[in-house]
């Protein structure tokens, strides 16, 4: 996150539409391993045009989204190998406390290193998410043409730069293409990618891609606006201080009225 506040970025290529929707299936888990057969005939990655993003996928070709070699290794452990990870980021962050002057025998922080690791595998248990089973079949057919605007979805992410929270609200809208995608299922996507080590503006995108590869709608519009702990409580310590983001996709980029609307309609206007 850069340290300018408040930040605006609203860079994106447009949407090709000339792609006809594939459908967006479940996979199982046991389907995202290799680089080849069923998991790649489904990749939203062939039907996108080529930018200096997408060259940087937010999904990759099998429903994941990067680093996902870690991420693969994550789903497929077995309980054991669970265990034995969470124990070698305990062993860590015993090394951080000794380092940073502390007693690690004493009684307050005896099962802190373990607890850290659990919270921490937590935090990041986006990445064991992959689009398709957050998506499962909640894709409808629908002669809806009017923008659908779900305001206010909670976020709770990790600044990758810091490894320490930002938090704030998540505002998408899209206008359907005669698909549409079930509300709860807009909330999902954004804790999928917020569940992970991030960059607010990555976030927001990663959202609107997403949905846009989902529904090959008219058009997307993702807004956030969240509190970064490196900023509010290190360095220039600007407490109070929020950055927003947005991306803005298809319609919403190129008609300033769609983007009015959904800007008065979240009450920014
Ligand atoms: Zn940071």
């Not at 949407?15 to 046991?30: D, E, Y």
């Not at 804790?191 to 960059?199: A, C, H, I, L, T």
């Not at 509190?227 to 803005?248: A, D, F, I, L, W």
């Amino acid at each position: 996150m850069a340290e300018d506040i408040p930040v605006k970025s609203s860079q994106d290529e447009a949407i090709n539409g000339t792609f006809s929707p594939k459908p967006i299936l479940p996979i199982k888990k046991s389907k995202l391993t290799g680089s080849s057969g069923l998991a790649n005939a489904y990749s939203p990655l062939l039907t996108r045009v080529a930018s200096p993003y997408t060259l940087n996928p937010p999904i990759d070709s099998d429903g994941l989204s990067w680093p996902s070699q870690g991420a693969r290794d994550r789903i497929e452990q077995s309980p054991e190998e669970a265990k034995a990870r969470e124990q070698r980021i305990a062993e860590a962050v015993k090394t951080i406390l000794v380092e940073l002057g502390e007693d690690t025998s004493r009684e307050g922080l005896l099962e802190t290193p373990e607890r850290y690791a659990r919270a921490m595998l937590y935090f990041t248990k986006g990445y064991e998410d992959n689009i398709r089973d957050v998506i499962k079949r909640a894709v409808f057919e629908e002669d809806h043409d009017e923008m659908v605007i779900v305001r206010d979805i909670e976020v709770y992410s990790l600044c990758e730069h810091h490894l320490v929270p930002f938090f704030g609200k998540a505002h998408i809208a899209y206008i359907p293409n005669k698909k549409v995608l079930g509300l709860s299922k807009l909330a999902r996507l954004a804790e999928m990618y917020s569940r992970r080590f991030q960059v607010q503006e990555r976030l927001t995108k990663q959202i609107a891609m997403a949905l846009s590869e989902i529904l090959r709608p008219r058009g997307v519009a993702v807004v956030i606006e969240a509190t970064h702990m490196c900023m509010v409580s290190r360095g220039v310590q600007k407490t109070g201080s929020s950055t927003t983001t947005s991306c803005m996709l298809g319609c919403f980029r190129d008609q300033q009225k769609t983007r009015e609307e959904f800007l008065t309609l979240l009450g920014r206007k």
